[in-house]
């Protein structure tokens, strides 16, 4: 009798692609052989949408092939030989047509017809318990061809039925307010159909979030209270981002993300409907809940994250519970207006947290009504002074906003800054702090944010950086995902001033600046060998020279006796910090105020500069073409 040895195998990466089929790809006609309308769109009725699923079923076929993907492969159910390189999406924004071949742009066809484009399931990710407990490739997921509308078509059919009924007072019915994230971002987001927050979702999304809105506020009845509601509520909107139209199959990380990852509507091409309560994955009803337990676990327990020693394999951090207990007293939470707290008595506050928004990077209020118009059908008859508006209140959201305030938004978001950092400062005792974040990686709203804090009476005691809680990637360009630029966030701690600033002339504050920059120099090289951008770098050795200026606001003169302005001292401190990395070979006399300086730079050995040059020149610097007094620039126009 023999044995047998099973040898383990080295797992090996193998690379897999999954087609659609060309006959899919290739589309539909308006109508069937029966001049019957086809549907698709969240705004068409039951019966033709039935017809358009059933339609797109027939068709569906996905081509799995393993190894690296040949110019052209055969089609093992139909012989059709397809050309792997020629997609559907020959640039972007634009599709070509499967059936005549012709390229079109997406948003113009979408908007021609009046309505929202019609869509139809292609594929179906599954999981299989089994499959993962034995160590198969892909975690025991695979995928499945959406071949069988029957379950969606059921959906339809019974939202049809009860969304003027039972239903009817549990789904937003609102239109998409004006404004910049809604009609002037991304072409504009009813011209791709989505008129009203409601179309947003798909009709079983729609279905789903509405039961699952009115269970939270009837079920039960009197056994469950107000609050324990409301904290359920939390998780509700947390899944209402899940199960949406705008939530997508994020392609590098290849899984799930909800809506606003990426902070705008912008329409997607990878939209995914998560199952409702299955009970695995990111996305479905249980996930979105784990979160409450989670919270109540802490509240028993508290822990912080403490880093971890040492650059081993693993997490970086450790959880440390100290045993210092939440503090069960009263919490005031009040909803209004920085810039009216005349709920609290001056000079009665120790500290100040807030986190101003960026210039006109985020629109946080006409964001937030995608998740307000569903809270407010379950809180506007218990809380009608908070939710008694259709929508988020905007007149004065302190961000610098195009489509509310076209002739100067900028002016718009100083003005409300300026406000709330003078009632910080009422508020705030002798001795007390405000603390706030602040990132952007261009200087106009570095600007607004400081000469509105130094104007309230606030000098920087000092600048922290901290890495942002961004995912990096692309931007907020319309269709991509992630944050911009700055990795990290400066947290600056400001104090208010209590004597007048000293005067001192630039040159000296200029080399105080110098001596405390180069203090950073070994700082700074430990986090650039960690890893840190050199962009990042000089946003915090900016963050340091700006804390002596701050205490010599409005006293800081040059030579014609002058006080400089912040955007004068912020162009100083960019030219400072280029030079003193060696950007600048031979660099103009440093008495001459920075303004100066810069033209000296631009016109150094000749007596004209091309536009597009002068540009990339200034670029980063914080000057702006028109801020030199000329355009096109050329030294003859200056005296």
């Known amino acids: 009798m023999s044995s047998i040895q099973r040898i383990r195998t080295q797992k090996k990466k193998v690379s897999l692609s999954l087609l659609v089929h060309p006959q899919w790809l290739a589309g539909e006609k308006s109508k069937d052989k029966k001049s019957q309308p086809y549907g698709g769109s969240v705004t068409d009725n039951a019966e033709t949408s039935a017809r358009w699923l059933d339609a797109r079923a027939k068709t569906m076929r996905l081509i799995e092939f393993r190894g690296n993907l040949p110019k052209e492969i055969t089609c093992p159910d139909t012989g059709l030989r397809i050309n792997t390189a020629n997609g559907t999406i020959p640039k972007q924004s634009s599709y070509t047509c499967g059936a005549c071949g012709t390229v079109q742009d997406v948003l113009t066809t ?41 379950t969606i078509i059921a959906a339809q059919q019974e939202w049809e039925n009860r969304k003027d009924a039972d239903l009817a007072a549990y789904w937003p019915r609102s239109e998409l307010p004006f404004g910049f994230m809604t009609h002037q971002n991304n072409g504009g987001i009813p011209n791709h159909g989505f008129t009203h927050w409601w179309k947003l979702f798909g009709t079983r999304q729609l279905l789903t979030n509405s039961l699952l809105l009115k269970a939270i506020i009837e079920v039960g009845g009197s056994r469950h209270s107000i609050t324990a509601r409301e904290v359920v509520l939390a998780s509700f909107l947390n899944y209402v981002r899940n199960q949406s139209m705008l939530s997508f199959w994020h392609r590098a990380k290849d899984h799930f993300a909800p809506a606003l990852s990426n902070d705008n509507f912008h329409p997607k091409d990878t939209s995914i409907e998560v199952g409702a309560f299955v009970t695995t994955g990111y996305g479905p009803w249980r996930s979105a809940v784990s979160g409450l337990s989670d919270a109540l676990d802490w ?39 920085a810039t009216d707290l005349k709920h609290l008595q001056t000079g009665a506050v120790d500290l100040v947290i807030t986190d101003p928004p960026f210039g006109g990077l985020l629109h946080y209020s006409e964001l937030s009504d995608f998740l307000y118009v569903w809270l407010r059908l379950a809180l506007k008859e218990r809380y009608p002074d908070i939710f008694n508006s259709e929508y988020t209140p905007k007149t004065l959201e302190a961000v610098s906003n195009r489509a509310r305030n076209p002739d100067n938004p900028d002016a718009h978001y100083k003005r409300l800054l300026a406000a709330s950092w003078t009632e910080a400062h009422r508020i705030l005792k002798p001795g007390g702090m405000l ?27 000092a600048t922290w950086p901290i890495r942002s809680d961004e995912t990096k990637g692309e931007g907020s360009k319309p269709g991509t995902f992630g944050s911009q630029k700055i990795e990290f966030d400066i947290v600056h701690v400001c104090r208010k001033r209590t004597q007048e600033p000293t005067s001192v002339s630039w040159a000296k504050m200029r080399r105080q600046v110098l001596q405390d920059v180069r203090s950073l120099k070994h700082l700074l090289e430990h986090h650039q060998k960690a890893g840190l951008p050199e962009a990042d770098l000089q946003v915090i050795r900016r963050g340091k020279a700006l804390e002596y200026y701050s205490r010599h606001y409005g006293k800081v003169l040059v030579d014609d006796g002058r006080s400089m302005t912040v955007l004068e001292a912020l162009v100083g401190i960019n030219q400072l910090l280029e030079e003193e990395a060696g950007g600048v070979k031979d660099p103009p006399p440093v008495t001459a105020e920075p303004f100066t300086r810069q033209f000296l730079r631009l016109f150094d050995g000749g007596v004209s500069l091309p536009r597009d040059q002068m540009r990339k020149f200034l670029r980063g610097t914080g000057i702006a073409p028109s801020d030199l007094g000329a355009d096109p620039l050329d030294r003859r126009h200056f005296s």
């Open 110 to 150: 979408v908007k021609a017809s009046g309505k929202s484009g019609p869509v139809a399931p292609y594929a179906i990710q599954a999981y299989s318990p089994k499959r993962d407990r034995a160590g198969f490739a892909y975690g025991g997921r695979y995928f499945l061809p959406a071949e069988d509308p029957r």
């Open 299 to 337: 509240i028993a327990n508290p822990w912080e994250l403490v880093a971890r020693e040492g650059d081993g394999p693993g997490t970086k951090s450790d959880k440390v519970y100290p045993q210092d207990m939440v503090v069960q007293t009263t919490t005031n939470l009040h909803c209004g207006s």
């Open 435 to 461: 603390t706030f974040s602040f990132h952007h990686s261009e200087d106009a709203p570095w600007v607004s944010v400081l000469e509105s804090l130094f104007e309230a009476g606030f000098y920087l005691e």
